[in-house]
């Protein structure tokens, strides 16, 4: 029989390997994104030095003026660390691998997953097998993903147990359900999934289980200069999530952002579960690690100086209705939907794809792609969204 000071010894332990596993996922995923945004911009691209071609690389100092240009760095050497992150990690390497420093030099750099050097050790195939998942729940149709009750508390995006093996097995993605059992235990160990009030490890049973990673949530490369485990809620039904201003105690702090660079600070107050006077644009917030409190709800305050009515919208002389093109880059549109008949833009990625074309911070959505979602709420029309084409077009009314 294991003492108390014994079994605080292995949570601890458990706690610390999944804030570990937890860092390296999200170093993957940022990883992953900035590759996709490079080959986008033609910054990854086949090169010729000294008679020789070196295909799908970039160049060192190229890359350190695209991300200040892009805002992901603030000078030369915050550039230099970020990526020396990604060379450390064995994401980059060196065409010839002769550096193991990242230098501000005309050097060439390639990301592993471009030439198949890719260390695919046990913890990466998780975390892949993980994300494919992920992306397979989101974007097919299936009543997995649920809003549902667990200990008097309720969770958005909740799965059960016993259902999601089912579904490994029917998709293929395991062969037995022991074999399913061992990849939900390890999914979780790994950070990519939680039991609802981390009580519990997973079991093929009853319980209720959420996603704790939102592969889709647009990654800022800053965030790799951070060694703390993620703090910040995932919000899994928005294309751009919002980011957590500090991480003190009492009151959480959000920013909404409009493409001017106004940044407004968005108070939501912490509750300990859901009741009759939350509204729809909820959050949920998890904690970082295992084992520490229960999810709590954190209700932001809507950015809109007051409700207004589909009639209202409708009214002429009172507002304007343009239409927004947004092409979603690798990793989103890079606003966020909230609200409900109608719903609003609650906040705008300064740098990302909404903000270039003309999208603002209290917008009411009128139309997504041709479908009228007036009387529809920031759900919904945040599915539309997810689930349609990488280009949206968007109706919406602003003030005259």
Same mark, same amino acid.
Request: net charge positive; glycine share 6%.
């Given at each position: 029989?294991?003492?108390e000071?014994?079994?605080?010894?292995?949570?601890?332990?458990?706690?610390?390997?999944?804030?570990?596993?937890?860092?390296?996922?999200?170093? /993957?995923? #940022?990883? @992953?994104?900035?590759?996709?945004?490079?080959?986008? =911009?033609? +910054?990854?691209?086949?090169?010729?030095?000294? %008679?020789?071609?070196?295909?799908?690389?970039?160049?060192?100092?190229?890359?350190?003026?695209?991300?200040?240009?892009?805002?992901?760095a603030?000078?030369?050497?915050?550039?230099?660390?970020?990526?020396?992150?990604?060379?450390?990690?064995?994401?980059?390497?060196?065409?010839c691998?002769?550096?193991?420093?990242?230098?501000?030099?005309?050097?060439?750099?390639?990301?592993?997953?471009?030439?198949?050097?890719f260390?695919?050790?046990?913890?990466?195939?998780?975390?892949?097998?993980?994300?494919?998942?992920?992306?397979?729940?989101?974007?097919?149709?299936?009543?997995? /993903?649920? #809003?549902? @009750?667990?200990?008097?508390?309720?969770?958005?995006? =909740?799965? +059960?147990?016993?259902?999601?093996?089912d579904? %490994?097995l029917?998709?293929?993605?395991m062969?037995?359900?022991?074999?399913?059992?061992?990849l939900?235990?390890?999914?979780?160990?790994?950070?990519?999934?939680?039991?609802?009030?981390?009580?519990?490890?997973?079991?093929?049973?009853?319980?209720?289980?959420?996603?704790?990673?939102?592969?889709?949530?647009?990654?800022?490369?800053?965030?790799?200069?951070?060694?703390?485990?993620?703090?910040?809620?995932?919000?899994h039904?928005?294309?751009?999530?919002?980011?957590k201003?500090?991480?003190?105690?009492?009151?959480?702090?959000?920013?909404?952002?409009?493409?001017t660079?106004?940044i407004?600070?968005?108070?939501?107050?912490?509750?300990?579960?859901?009741?009759?006077?939350?509204?729809?644009?909820?959050?949920?917030?998890?904690?970082?690690?295992?084992?520490?409190?229960?999810?709590?709800?954190?209700?932001?305050?809507?950015?809109?100086?007051?409700?207004?009515?589909?009639?209202?919208l409708?009214t002429?002389?009172?507002?304007?209705?343009?239409?927004?093109?947004?092409?979603?880059?690798?990793?989103?549109?890079?606003?966020?939907?909230?609200?409900?008949?109608?719903?609003?833009?609650?906040?705008?990625?300064?740098?990302?794809?909404?903000?270039?074309?003309?999208?603002?911070?209290?917008?009411?959505?009128?139309?997504?792609?041709?479908?009228?979602?007036?009387?529809?709420?920031?759900?919904?029309?945040?599915?539309?969204?997810?689930?349609?084409?990488?280009?949206?077009?968007?109706?919406?009314?602003?003030?005259?």
């Amino acid at each position: 029989m294991l003492l108390e000071g014994e079994m605080d010894c292995i949570g601890n332990t458990m706690q610390k390997k999944a804030a570990e596993l937890e860092r390296l996922a999200e170093v /993957l995923v #940022t990883g @992953e994104q900035l590759r996709l945004r490079l080959h986008e =911009a033609k +910054v990854i691209k086949d090169r010729r030095h000294h %008679l020789r071609t070196y295909p799908n690389c970039f160049v060192a100092k190229e890359l350190i003026d695209w991300l200040i240009e892009h805002k992901e760095a603030s000078d030369r050497d915050t550039a230099i660390k970020i990526i020396q992150k990604l060379l450390d990690k064995s994401i980059i390497h060196h065409v010839c691998d002769e550096h193991r420093e990242f230098k501000d030099l005309k050097l060439f750099y390639r990301f592993r997953k471009d030439d198949g050097t890719f260390p695919l050790d046990s913890e990466a195939k998780v975390f892949m097998r993980g994300q494919r998942i992920y992306e397979k729940l989101m974007n097919t149709e299936n009543t997995l /993903l649920q #809003t549902r @009750e667990e200990e008097n508390g309720t969770f958005e995006r =909740a799965l +059960v147990a016993t259902e999601f093996i089912d579904w %490994l097995l029917q998709e293929g993605e395991m062969a037995t359900r022991e074999e399913a059992g061992q990849l939900g235990r390890r999914l979780l160990e790994h950070g990519i999934i939680q039991h609802v009030t981390y009580e519990h490890h997973f079991v093929d049973g009853p319980l209720l289980y959420q996603f704790r990673m939102n592969f889709r949530r647009r990654r800022r490369l800053i965030e790799l200069l951070h060694e703390r485990s993620r703090s910040i809620p995932e919000s899994h039904d928005s294309p751009f999530c919002l980011r957590k201003q500090n991480s003190d105690g009492g009151n959480t702090s959000f920013l909404s952002v409009s493409p001017t660079k106004e940044i407004k600070v968005v108070v939501g107050v912490r509750r300990s579960s859901m009741s009759s006077s939350c509204s729809s644009s909820g959050y949920y917030s998890s904690s970082p690690t295992l084992g520490s409190s229960p999810p709590v709800l954190c209700n932001p305050k809507s950015v809109l100086k007051r409700q207004v009515s589909p009639e209202e919208l409708q009214t002429p002389g009172l507002f304007v209705k343009k239409t927004v093109t947004v092409v979603g880059d690798a990793v989103g549109w890079g606003f966020v939907v909230r609200g409900s008949k109608p719903c609003h833009i609650q906040a705008v990625d300064p740098g990302g794809p909404a903000a270039a074309a003309g999208m603002k911070v209290r917008h009411f959505v009128v139309s997504v792609n041709g479908r009228n979602v007036l009387s529809q709420d920031y759900r919904t029309v945040s599915s539309l969204i997810l689930t349609g084409p990488r280009t949206i077009v968007m109706e919406v009314m602003e003030e005259a």
